[in-house]
C-alpha cells in the first residue's frame, strides 16, 4: 500500500513539473528515434573496436613481435615497448563513449562503466580473434604495400618497419652452419634491417633450414654479425 502511495506521490509531483514547464515532455517518437541513435551509435563502436583488437593482434602476429614474450625479461620489455598502446587507448576511448551513452538511460546508472568495459572488451576482443581467422587483414596490408589503401594504409605499412634499433631482424634464411645462420631481407623500403646478416645462434636454438622466415633479437656485433638472444620461425 506504502509503495502504491509513493508510485501516486511521485506520478503527481512529475506531472505537476510538467504542467509548470520545469520538466520538458517528451514525444515517444522523440525516444524511439533516441533509442535507434544509441543502437546505431553503439553498433559502430563496436565494430570499430573489433577491428581495433583484431588489428592489434594481427600486426603482433604479422610482425613477429609475438616471439619477444618467449626470450626472457629482455624480449618482453622489449614487446611492451611495441606494443600498440595507442591503438589500445582509442579502443578504450570506445568503450567509454558506449558508456555515455548509456547514461541517458536507465541501463546506464545500474551498469559500473567497469562492468560495460569489461563485457564489450571481451566480446570484441573474441570477436575480433576471430576476424584474423578470415583474410580482411592480409588483403588490406597487401592493398598498402601497393599503395592503394587510403587513410589507414600508412597504420598497415608500419607493420614492416624496422626495429633494428631495438634489436629486431627479420629475414630467410640463405645457409645454415652448426652455430649460425645466415638470412637475407629486402622488403622494398630501404630500412635498416634490409640486406645480409649472419646471426649467432644462442645455445638451445633450433635446427633451421633454408628457405624459412625467421624473426631475429638480439645485438649487433658489427654491421653484418647479430649476436642472437633468441630466434623463432615464422
Do not use: C
Request: aromatic share 10%; charged share 20%.
Amino acid at each position: 500500500m506504502n509503495e502504491e502511495k509513493l508510485e501516486k506521490n511521485i506520478k503527481d509531483e512529475v506531472l505537476q513539473k510538467v504542467r509548470s514547464g520545469a520538466v520538458r515532455a517528451r514525444s515517444q517518437s522523440y525516444f524511439v528515434f533516441r533509442l535507434a541513435i544509441t543502437i546505431l551509435v553503439a553498433l559502430v563502436a563496436l565494430a570499430v573496436s573489433v577491428f581495433v583488437v583484431s588489428f592489434i593482434l594481427f600486426s603482433i602476429h604479422e610482425s613477429g613481435e609475438q616471439f619477444l614474450l618467449g626470450f626472457g625479461s629482455r624480449g618482453i620489455l622489449t614487446f611492451l615497448s611495441l606494443f600498440p598502446w595507442t591503438l589500445l587507448a582509442l579502443d578504450v576511448l570506445i568503450l567509454t563513449l558506449l558508456e555515455w551513452l548509456l547514461q541517458g538511460w536507465k541501463i546506464g546508472y545500474r551498469v559500473s562503466l567497469l562492468s560495460v568495459f569489461l563485457a564489450i572488451f571481451i566480446a570484441s576482443s573474441l570477436l575480433g580473434l576471430a576476424a584474423n581467422f578470415t583474410p580482411l587483414h592480409g588483403s588490406l596490408l597487401r592493398m598498402a604495400d601497393r599503395g592503394e589503401l587510403p587513410i589507414i594504409g600508412d597504420t598497415y605499412e608500419s607493420i614492416h618497419n624496422s626495429h633494428s634499433e631495438s634489436g629486431i631482424f627479420r629475414g630467410i634464411v640463405s645457409a645454415v652452419q652448426p652455430d649460425r645462420i645466415t638470412i637475407r631481407h629486402d622488403d622494398k623500403d630501404s630500412d635498416k634491417d634490409e640486406g645480409t646478416h649472419i646471426v649467432i645462434l644462442p645455445p638451445g636454438s633450433p635446427a633451421f633450414e633454408v628457405g624459412e622466415r625467421v624473426y631475429v633479437f638480439g645485438s649487433m656485433s658489427d654491421p653484418s654479425v647479430i649476436e642472437a638472444h633468441g630466434v623463432g620461425k615464422f
